[in-house]
């Protein structure tokens, strides 16, 4: 069974730090591409930052450059993006995505909410 679990979300305020994890079973994690998406009330869901399957390359939105970064711990089968300088237009749930290489599988997370504020 496939499963990605979210964890680390929670309120904070601005220029604050919070570190996501997805857990990842049920499948081949050293064969996917790791994502984090976002959702903010209103809005679309947004590509946040990915990671190779080797860990070898990251892309960011430019929103997040400089601000957050995306690792994967093959051991642990996880991957975090930690999240420093944080905005209030960062606030949104947080989704963890996992793709094959191939594009053959497309699995997401739940979900985790993130708001940000003083």
């Known amino acids: 069974q496939v499963q990605l679990v979210e964890s680390g979300g929670g309120l904070v305020q601005p220029g604050g730090s919070l570190r996501l994890s997805c857990a990842a079973s049920?499948?081949?994690?050293?064969?996917?591409?790791m994502s984090w998406y976002r959702q903010a009330p209103g809005k679309e869901r947004e590509l946040v930052a990915d990671i190779t399957s080797t860990g070898g390359s990251t892309k960011y939105a430019d929103s997040v450059k400089g601000r957050f970064t995306i690792s994967r711990d093959r051991a642990k089968n996880t991957v975090y993006l930690q999240m420093n300088s944080l905005k209030p237009e960062d606030t949104a749930v947080y989704y963890c995505n996992a793709l094959k290489r191939d594009y053959s599988d497309n699995y997401w997370g739940q979900g985790t909410q993130v708001t940000v504020s003083s």
């Open positions: 049920g499948f081949t994690f050293s064969s996917y591409i």
